[in-house]
């Protein structure tokens, strides 16, 4: 089943492949740094920007500020009047830490969020069936697990771009190429720009990947209500991931910092439903999925201030080789959920949009700036076929890994919570697909 996605307000005026050879006869144009200007909403006129980032979520910070430490500027449009507040929490692994480390933000946020040291699986009635030391089970002892809060993520990558970098309230509406090559971007109240390199950062929904060809995103049969508790007087609970797996519902709990703990309940639904966004609703069906469960899964979610809690259809797309468009259309390109939204079951949506956004900037970077003909399509192609690789197995492996957690039948629960879970679980996968080396963008800046 399709995902309902925010496409509509999106206009097509030109296929992607006609773009494409309105763009080859284009002069290749040098990239300048600029910064931001004022908006031209209501004055009619067009503004002239090079590199513009069209979502400012933590692929689009993530990119711009990738982007700022190798010497390009760029324009982010979000189209929320701020940083979005109701995003919770998530985790983020070895990968995730060591791009926020080459972009140099990474020990700000280590100050705030708690290392996770293990986990534990239990079933729906509080019984232990595996437990896991992090340290213990890494050959490389490298790991590194914390949850942390998505507002304090975005807003740390956005105080490292220059200011005015970033314009809220600007809504992608239409794109549309023009006769001189360059990318007309349409607002949503109606203002204009121009750009000559687009970087599709617009989430799950993508209007970008929709124009591109893509196909949307599929909804997976379950949905998750998750939240962060927060504990003024501090939180109780040991570093560990704690899950709980039942029968087509499963609920998780990670200390986040010492006084908020994140925590979420997946349950199988044959439609994503409707886009519920009471609170005091989701609490209360979050609690009655977990009545009987252990009491400290009840304490979390009473202690969850009710704006932190949110229910999303979880949906991914497969990017089948020859079938799926590529990453890019000539000078557009996508990344991270635009791109290949992942079910979060491996924790790796966030991490892989971050490893994206790096090897995205290195190379068109590098296609700015070099002297040869070098070009910012040929850049693209190149971080397409090499994120390619990353990204759709991982994408498989995730939906795999979900349809069994949310198994249902009472027999086949049993197998994995006696046998498959004790007995034959491992972490090694796990710790493999957390490998991702990432030299500093600050030392190559110089
Ligand atoms: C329940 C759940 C749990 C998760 N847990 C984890 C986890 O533990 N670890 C992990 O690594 N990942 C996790 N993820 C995945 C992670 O949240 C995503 O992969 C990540 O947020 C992708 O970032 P993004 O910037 O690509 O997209 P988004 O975060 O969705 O950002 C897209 C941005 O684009 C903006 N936008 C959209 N349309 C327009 C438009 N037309 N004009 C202008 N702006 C626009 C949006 O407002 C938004 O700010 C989880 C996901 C879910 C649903």
């Known amino acids: 089943m399709a995902m309902a996605s925010a496409t509509s307000s999106l206009t097509i005026l030109r296929s992607p492949s006609a773009f494409v050879s309105t763009l080859s006869h284009a002069t290749k144009m040098l990239m300048r740094s600029g910064s931001f200007q004022p908006s ?4 009619g006129e067009v503004r002239k920007e090079e590199v513009v980032i069209v979502g400012g979520g933590i692929a689009g910070l993530a990119t711009a500020v990738s982007l700022d430490r190798l010497g390009v500027k760029s324009t982010v449009l979000e189209q929320a009047e701020s940083f979005r507040s109701g995003g919770t929490s998530l985790t983020l692994s070895k990968n995730g830490w060591s791009v926020l480390d080459a972009i140099g933000v990474a020990n700000r946020l280590r100050s705030q969020f708690s290392q996770i040291e293990g986990l534990v699986i239990r079933s729906e009635d509080g019984k232990q069936l595996r437990s896991f030391n992090l340290l213990e089970e890494d050959p490389r002892q490298d790991q590194e697990l914390r949850g942390v809060e998505r507002r304090i993520l975005l807003e740390t990558l956005a105080a490292e771009l220059p200011k005015g970098a970033i314009q809220f309230s600007s809504k992608l509406a239409r794109i549309e190429p023009t006769s001189e090559g360059d990318i007309l971007l ?6 204009k720009l121009h750009a000559t390199t687009v970087i599709g950062c617009d989430g799950i929904g993508s209007p970008i990947a929709k124009w591109m060809g893509f196909h949307e995103p599929k909804y997976v049969g379950y949905c998750a209500i998750r939240g962060l508790a927060t ?33 979420f309940v997946c349950f199988n639904s044959p439609s994503p439903g409707p886009s519920t966004t009471d609170s005091s609703v989701l609490k209360k069906q979050a609690k009655e999925l977990v009545r009987n469960w252990p009491s400290e ?11 932190t809690i949110i229910r999303n259809p979880l949906a991914d797309r497969w990017l089948w080789p020859t079938i799926s468009p590529p990453a890019s259309t000539g000078r ?8 290949h939204p992942m079910t979060p079951n491996l924790g790796q949506g966030a991490c892989c949009a971050l490893e994206d956004a790096v090897v995205l900037a290195k190379k068109l970077a590098g296609a700015i700036n070099s002297k040869d003909q070098y070009s910012v399509e040929e850049a693209f192609r190149s971080y397409g076929s090499e994120r390619w690789r990353r990204v759709f197995p991982l994408t498989v492996r995730a939906h795999l890994v979900g349809s069994i957690l949310q198994w249902e039948n009472p027999l086949v629960c049993s197998i994995r919570n006696k046998i498959i879970i004790p007995k034959l679980a491992s972490l090694k996968p796990m710790l493999e697909h957390t490998n991702f080396t990432c030299e500093s963008l600050q030392e190559e800046k110089q």
């Open 40 to 43: 031209n909403r209501g004055n």
């Open 186 to 191: 349409e607002l949503a109240d109606g203002s």
């Open 231 to 263: 504990y003024s007087d501090g939180q109780p609970y040991e570093p560990r991931v704690n899950y709980f797996y039942g029968r087509g519902v499963r609920a998780a709990y990670v200390p986040v910092s010492p006084t908020k703990v994140y925590w």
């Open 297 to 307: 899964l009840l304490d979390i979610v009473d202690s969850t201030p009710d704006d």
């Open 332 to 339: 557009i390109v996508l990344v991270g959920d635009a791109w």
